[in-house]
């Protein structure tokens, strides 16, 4: 059979619903121009930012004021959550812990690790905060993620110290 061109309107499934695959495991479909679903794109962006020193002698993670909230248009998109700001480890052996929350109820982050710390050997040690997170909430409804940490040791730990600011950014990525 000789290559040619398809051209067509509209392609469905023979019942009218489902999934359309297109090449085999190991092929590539390539296109010169910008796919009509969207894929990758940004729909949205929500940022935040908190600049009032916050402290805990707690080593269980607790809430920060760093949040902002996100209404993702379909379940099937992903939240691009990116923070960043500062974070002390105020005292020998102690480490400061930050992680993100979604909802108040899901670490995003390792249970124990979080996603950042800063650690101190002796003495105190600041550090910046650098926290990514590709997320796949699968809802409409408004979605809040916050900064959380906690400490090591029975001693306070900062974030913001100073009056630094930290920034979270939400963004919303089609899926």
């Known amino acids: ?7 067509v309107g509209t392609i469905t499934t023979s019942s009218g619903s489902g999934t359309i695959n297109l090449g085999a495991s190991g092929e590539t479909i390539t296109s010169s121009a910008v796919m009509g679903s969207g ?3 940004v729909l949205q962006v929500v940022s935040a930012t908190y600049g009032t020193q ?4 707690s ?7 760093l949040t902002a909230s996100i209404t993702p248009a379909s379940t099937s998109n992903k939240v691009l959550i990116m923070v960043s700001g500062t ?12 992680t993100i929350y979604r909802d108040g109820t899901t ?6 690790y979080g996603i950042s710390y800063a650690y ?3 003495g105190s040690a600041h550090s910046g905060i650098s926290m990514n997170y590709l997320d796949s909430p699968s809802t409409t409804s408004s979605t809040e993620y916050k900064m959380y940490f ?4 029975a001693h306070a730990q900062y974030v913001q110290n100073a009056g630094a600011l930290s920034t979270i950014i939400l963004m919303e990525i089609a899926g």
């Not at 670490?107 to 124990?112: E, M, P, V």
């Not at 906690?150 to 040791?153: E, H």
Request: hydrophobic share 30%; aromatic share 2%; with cysteine.
């Open 150 to 153: 906690r400490g090591s040791a």
């Open 54 to 57: 916050e402290s805990t002698s």
């Open 87 to 98: 974070e002390t480890a105020s005292n020998n052996l102690s480490h400061c812990i930050t």
């Open 59 to 65: 080593t269980s993670f607790v809430a920060t004021s």
């Open 107 to 112: 670490n995003l982050g390792d249970s124990s």
């Open 39 to 41: 894929m990758g794109k």
């Open 120 to 122: 101190s050997g002796a």
């Open 1 to 7: 059979m000789a290559d040619g061109i398809l051209k």
